[in-house]
């Protein structure tokens, strides 16, 4: 699976932006998805994933309520939407899929974590101006 980010940019404090994740391959829809974000000098951390069919999220606390995760697995692309923006979001963006094994259609809880993801894409840069 290759994983290819678009739609950052620099956005002033308050607006929105979308980000992108398309993926390679046939499998898209058996992976769980998810995005975390790295700032210089901070460790990447994770920001949202979601569940193979769709149904299940998971938010950092940072983030709940003002992003949104989602996919279409018709056009395996995976979306993240980004409102209400702050400097503190300013980083670069990572998409990730893992293979969720489960069987379940809730999101395993340790999808909030890096470990599970096998494959990452190159990121896209995030800037918020205050």
């Known amino acids: 699976v290759q994983l290819v980010e678009s739609g950052g940019g620099l956005v002033q404090a308050g607006g929105s932006l979308r980000l992108s994740c398309a993926a390679s391959g046939r499998t898209f829809s058996s992976y769980a998805m998810g995005w975390f974000r790295q700032a210089p000098g901070k460790e990447r951390e994770f920001v949202a994933a979601i569940s193979w069919i769709g149904g299940s999220t ?9 992003f949104t ?21 300013t980083a670069v963006y990572y998409c990730a899929a893992g293979a969720d094994d489960s069987g379940s259609f809730l999101l395993p809880r340790g999808f909030r974590t890096a470990m599970p993801y096998d494959y990452w894409g190159q990121g896209t840069q995030v800037t918020v101006s205050s």
């Not at 998971?58 to 003002?66: E, F, L, M, P």
């Open 58 to 66: 998971s938010y950092a606390d940072s983030v709940k309520g003002r």
């Open 69 to 89: 995760i989602s996919r279409d697995n018709a056009k395996n692309t995976v979306y993240l939407q980004m409102n209400y923006l702050k400097p503190e979001d």
